[in-house]
Every structure is written in structure tokens, then in C-alpha cells.
């Protein structure tokens, strides 16, 4: 299980209840389009706002009760509404991911945390809070918690990626941490290694941990099949922090990913998961 920007919820598992393998695919199928069209190919930026738009469109004609105007993009379309309409699905965290989407194609730089976890609160919860209305569980409380965990994946995908997205210009890195540990956006774009980027990659992988760690018991408040799939969601991001860290913190060279050897250990944490969490 890959902490990967849409690969981080899980698309027809084996562990997930076999009724609800459609919807989800439904849902990882416009979010993962719509995500290449903001971050995948050569399009120039008036390009791929204009595809997003696109996608836009498609979702008020859902709202409207219409079929999308679209012919290459009326099949997801069609099927996204289906699943909208048989689980009661909200149309705003469709809305809130395309948000953040078009952000990406227009910001490369994040002032503070607050900035960063905004993004994250269209980027990734969005996905969580879909994910707990077709499991008949969105209450206040476990939304809350579902937030942690989403905007946690979604900060360990930007460590872990640190390397891949210097190379698009983007640095995810809040400003505020950076100049506190004396790094420069210049240090981040060359790679470079050394006791203050350490410090300031610990110090953020620390923070990605502790907001996993207050999300984490929803995975035994959601039973079952969905729970197990959680746990996996969960323990999987961590496993990635303990990644980073090996590495000493050198994510340009070295981007910690979950190979074969990881299962055994996330499957012995899942059952004892309150003590790794």
C-alpha cells in the first residue's frame, strides 16, 4: 500500500466489502483524472484549469440531474452519478478536491502549516469523509478523526516526495519551518543534506506522526472489513515516517516506499495495532 498522493485509499482491496468496490472505484476514478490533469503531461496551465473545468461542469450537471455535456468524460460521469445518487453521497468534497487540484496548478510555495493543512483539508480529506458516507459512519466525531488521518497522508506524501516535486518547482514545505531551522528554498531545489534540513524533516515527520496518532483510533471504532482496511491505511503511513527517518532524512535520494518486506510487520501491527498507533 503505496503513500501515494491518490494511491492512499484503497481501491477495490480485497479487504474492503465486496458491495462497496464500485462506488469506490467511481470516486478513485475522478479524483485520480482529475488529479493528472492538474499534475500529469506537458499542458501548459490555461490547459489543464480548462480540463478541471471540465470536470466542474460534470458535477453540476450531476447536481442538475443531467447527464454530462462532455462525450469523453459522460461514461466516469455517468457512473460517478450513480454512486452519488444510490449512497447519498455529498457533492462538496468533489468540489473541495478539484479546489485543491487547481491550486496545484498555480502555487508552488506555502507560506505556514495553516496554509499547507487548507490544502490538505480539499486535497485529501475530502476522500476520508467520502469514504465514511458509503460506510454509513460520517458522524461529527469520526469525521474529525478521519481528517487527521487523511491530512497525515497526505503531509507523509509530501515528505516522501520531497525530491519528485522540487523537480516541478513545488515546495510543500511550509516558509515559517523552513527559515526556522535556517533552510532555504534554494537548499531544498539543490537537495542538499545537512543538519538543518535533518532537523527540519524531523521535526516534520514528528508532527505528520502525532496527527496520525489522534486519527488513528478510528480504525477500531469502524468494524470489520473497514477497519482492518484503516488499520493497514494507517500503520502504512507511519511505516513510511520510520522510512524517512532510516534515511536520515535524505528523501532526494532515497524515497521511502513500502516494498514485500513491510507486510509481515504492518500485518503483526494491525493486530496489535493500539500498541503502534
Not at 485520480?32 to 490555461?46: L, N, P, V
Not at 518547482?169 to 545537512?194: C, K, W
Not at 518486506?261 to 495495532?273: C, M
Request: charged share 25%; glycine share 8%; aromatic share 8%.
Amino acid at each position: 500500500m503505496p503513500v501515494d498522493h491518490y494511491e492512499n485509499f484503497p481501491v477495490a482491496s480485497l479487504l474492503l466489502p465486496a458491495h462497496l468496490r464500485e462506488p469506490v472505484e467511481a470516486i478513485y476514478a475522478f479524483a485520480r483524472g482529475a488529479d493528472d490533469i492538474a499534475d500529469e503531461g506537458t499542458a501548459g496551465s490555461a490547459e489543464r484549469l480548462a480540463g478541471l473545468a471540465a470536470y466542474r461542469a460534470g458535477l453540476d450537471a450531476i447536481a442538475a440531474g443531467q447527464p454530462c455535456a462532455d462525450p469523453a468524460l459522460a461514461p466516469m460521469f455517468a457512473r460517478l452519478a450513480r454512486t452519488i445518487d444510490r449512497h447519498r453521497l455529498p457533492l462538496q468534497p468533489f468540489h473541495d478536491l478539484l479546489d485543491a487540484f487547481a491550486q496545484d496548478v498555480v502555487k508552488t510555495r506555502y507560506a505556514d502549516f495553516a496554509e499547507l493543512t487548507d490544502y490538505c483539508r480539499r486535497s485529501a480529506n475530502p476522500v476520508g469523509r467520502l469514504l465514511l458516507h458509503l460506510y454509513d459512519a460520517a458522524d461529527e466525531h469520526r469525521l474529525a478523526l478521519s481528517d487527521r488521518i487523511c491530512t497525515s497522508l497526505q503531509l507523509i506524501n509530501f515528505w516522501q516526495d520531497v525530491g519528485i516535486d522540487r523537480a516541478k518547482g513545488r515546495i510543500y514545505l511550509p516558509a515559517e519551518d523552513m527559515a526556522r531551522f535556517g533552510v532555504s528554498a534554494g537548499q531544498v531545489l539543490a537537495g542538499t543534506v545537512d543538519a538543518a534540513w535533518r532537523a527540519l524533516i524531523d521535526f516534520e515527520v514528528q508532527r505528520a506522526r502525532a496527527m496520525m496518532c489522534a486519527g488513528a483510533p478510528l480504525a477500531l471504532q469502524l468494524r470489520g472489513r473497514i477497519g482492518w482496511e484503516l488499520r493497514l491505511m494507517v500503520l502504512g503511513g507511519l511505516r513510511i515516517l520510520e522510512g524517512i527517518e532510516r534515511a536520515g532524512g535524505d528523501v532526494f535520494r532515497r524515497r521511502p516506499t513500502l516494498g514485500r518486506g513491510d507486510w509481515p510487520v504492518l500485518a503483526w501491527r494491525a493486530l496489535n495495532y493500539r500498541r503502534h498507533t
